[in-house]
């Protein structure tokens, strides 16, 4: 967006730029979680989470950032995490944890059918909530085309929805 080949974004990290205006569409929560079969408790706690095989995002991923920050506020050092992978994209990542390789923090969005239908489960990690807000953004010199109009319409209609349910 900021470099002209994209009208519109939707990202999940924060964008410090005076190019780009952005507007908050809905929060998320990032949350452990593992594959239903791995026997583990519930809740585990700061220290524990050292020790499990984690599943991480690429370097640079928003989801990734999110997740550090958050971790080193509640004085968990990212670096002593026990990361068995890293990978490219949240499907791959969830695609991972089901299949046994190891636990990862992703969006619950992303996860609540696997959830709901069983197949992943949700660890609760003892003093630590991770949020993250989802932003609409857009070059701030650039005018849209009234289809892209229309498009941000709706899409701020629906976070609208979103922050209800919530």
Do not use: W
Not at 24 to 32: A, K, M, R
Not at 54 to 70: A, C, D, K, Q, Y
Not at 156 to 164: A, D, P, S, T, Y
């Amino acid at each position: 967006v900021k470099d002209h080949s994209l009208l519109l974004g939707i990202v999940g990290a924060q964008i410090d730029t005076e190019r780009l205006e952005c507007t908050p569409v809905f929060e998320d929560e990032i949350i452990l979680v593992a594959p239903a079969s791995m026997k583990l408790n519930e809740k585990v706690s700061k220290k524990e989470l050292g020790l499990l095989p984690l599943i991480t995002r690429e370097e640079g991923s928003g989801t990734r950032r999110t997740v550090e920050t958050h971790l080193q506020r509640t004085g968990v050092d990212p670096a002593g995490l026990n990361v068995t992978a890293t990978l490219g994209s949240t499907e791959s990542v969830k695609q991972s944890v089901k299949e046994g390789l190891g636990l990862s923090f992703l969006s619950r969005r992303a996860v609540q059918d696997d959830l709901d239908s069983g197949v992943l489960t949700h660890v609760a990690v003892t003093g630590l909530r991770i949020t993250r807000e989802f932003t609409l953004i857009r070059h701030r010199k650039i005018t849209l085309p009234n289809p892209y109009q229309a498009f941000v319409e709706y899409i701020l209609k629906q976070g609208e929805g979103l922050r209800r349910k919530n």
